[in-house]
């Protein structure tokens, strides 16, 4: 009898050794768990009878964000392309650096209007053409755009009640045909646009 009690013992102790652990998810309880599966961005790895899982910031395939995307560390991309679907704020500690990254050209030969999209880009002409502003907003404060004269005049207009400013009056275009000649504006408060880079000498009209 003895050495039957000594055998339900020791196989209790073994199940209950092998139960598993308690998963959770912050302070959402998922569950018990006997298996670990380390998917992208995890690292396991065994030490003596230690399970180590540590994040893995490199990613070498493409990436898809939908939602917002928060990353306190360093984060590398070592090939594959990012679609990010959803606006997204980085904040830097004054050493940061992005690079790698083409703010976009945009060249019509033909009047065009640009839009919030086009913040950051470069607007070159390959013909004399005219081309409005993004209309002003809050969203777009900060927003840049470069204009370089290429062929022909370049006409630049603000939209209602959008002035560049000191350049021109309420409603005014700016506009320059020489060649080389550049612009940057930035819309940095309510209904003004300011250069903050110019080169060759451009007039105002409407």
């Given at each position: ?32 768990f ?5 998917s ?16 893995s ?103 209602g ?14 506009t320059n045909?020489?060649?080389?000649n ?25």
């Amino acid at each position: 009898m003895k050495l039957i009690m000594t055998t339900v013992l020791a196989v209790l102790f073994s199940l209950s050794a092998f139960a598993g652990f308690q998963g959770y998810q912050d302070t959402t309880n998922l569950g018990v768990f006997n298996k670990v599966k380390c998917s992208t961005g995890m690292t396991c790895t065994k030490s003596g009878d230690k399970l180590n899982i540590v994040a893995s910031p490199s990613i070498t395939g493409p990436l898809t964000i939908s939602g917002p995307l928060l990353v306190s560390g360093a984060m590398n991309l070592s090939s594959g392309p990012v679609n990010i679907s959803a606006a997204v704020t980085v904040y830097g500690d004054g050493t940061s650096v992005i690079a790698g990254f083409s703010p976009g050209l945009v060249s019509s030969p033909t009047a065009v209007s640009l839009t919030g999209a086009d913040c950051g880009k470069t607007v070159v002409n390959p013909a004399a053409v005219s081309v409005d502003l993004p209309v002003g907003a809050a969203s777009l404060l900060g927003c840049k755009i470069a204009f370089h004269v290429v062929s022909g005049a370049l006409y630049v207009n603000p939209r209602g009640s959008d002035r560049i400013y000191p350049v021109a009056t309420a409603g005014n275009y700016v506009t320059n045909s020489g060649a080389s000649n550049l612009i940057e504006l930035q819309y940095i408060t309510t209904n003004l646009w300011w250069p903050v880079a110019i080169s060759g000498v451009w007039t105002s009209g409407n």
